[in-house]
Nanobody, 117 residues
C-alpha cells in the first residue's frame, strides 16, 4: 500500500501565496515522477506541474512564472509553491506519484485551495 498525504490548502486573497506539500509513505520502491493536478468546480482535472526524478519540470501554461514545483527525494515529498494566486486557481489540488517498482500511479485525496477576496 502507498499513501499520499497532502497539506497546505486553505483560503487566500488574490495575489497571495500558498505552499502545498505531499508526502508519500508505504511500499515505495523507487519514485519516478511526482506532481500536482487540480480540479475546479464543474471542470475536468487538469495538470498543474510535474517533476521527474532527474528534477525536470513541466508546468501548465496558466501557472508558468507563478508556481514552482520541487521535491525532496529523501523524504518522498513533493511541494508546490504558489504565488500571485488568482480566483481561477481555486480548485481541489491532488498530488500523485508514479513508481518505478510497480508502474502504478498513486493519488492523494486532495486539498482545497480557495482564492477569494
Amino acid at each position: 500500500q502507498v499513501q499520499l498525504v497532502e497539506s497546505g490548502g486553505g483560503v487566500v486573497q488574490p495575489g497571495g501565496s500558498l505552499r502545498l506539500s505531499c508526502t508519500a509513505s508505504g511500499r515505495i520502491f523507487g519514485i519516478n515522477t511526482m506532481g500536482w493536478y487540480r480540479q475546479a468546480p464543474g471542470k475536468q482535472r487538469e495538470l498543474v506541474a510535474t517533476i521527474t526524478n532527474a528534477a525536470n519540470t513541466n508546468y501548465a501554461d496558466s501557472v508558468i512564472g507563478r508556481f514552482t514545483i520541487f521535491r525532496d527525494n529523501a523524504k518522498s515529498t513533493v511541494s508546490l509553491q504558489m504565488t500571485s494566486l488568482k480566483p481561477e486557481d481555486t480548485a481541489v489540488y491532488y498530488c500523485y506519484v508514479h513508481l518505478w517498482g510497480d508502474g502504478m500511479y498513486y493519488w492523494g485525496e486532495g486539498t482545497l485551495v480557495t482564492v477569494s477576496s
